[in-house]
């Protein structure tokens, strides 16, 4: 008797299982949710970092430069 009902959930487990492995549905947006996670995480860390040596302080340092340079000229 118990045999046969661990039998009878092994069975429904393991089919379970296989259909589960074989759903595709929802697939695409865990990958897509996971891309936009890892852009994010990338785009913060490269606007977060502070000093000149980040790609923030280098946007910023060619912008003085920049800007220095046009000021420089109108005068």
Avoid: P
């Avoid at 759903?23 to 990338?42: C, F, K, M, N, S």
């Avoid at 606007?47 to 060619?62: E, I």
């Amino acid at each position: 008797m118990i045999g046969e009902r661990l039998t009878a959930l092994y069975i429904k487990s393991w089919l379970f299982l296989d259909q589960l492995k074989s759903d595709q549905r929802g697939v695409t947006a865990i990958e897509y949710a996971l891309v936009a996670v890892a852009i994010a995480a990338v785009v913060g860390v490269v606007f977060s970092a502070d000093g000149t040596n980040s790609l923030k302080g280098a946007l910023q340092g060619a912008m003085q430069r920049l800007s220095n340079q046009l000021s420089g000229a109108g005068s």
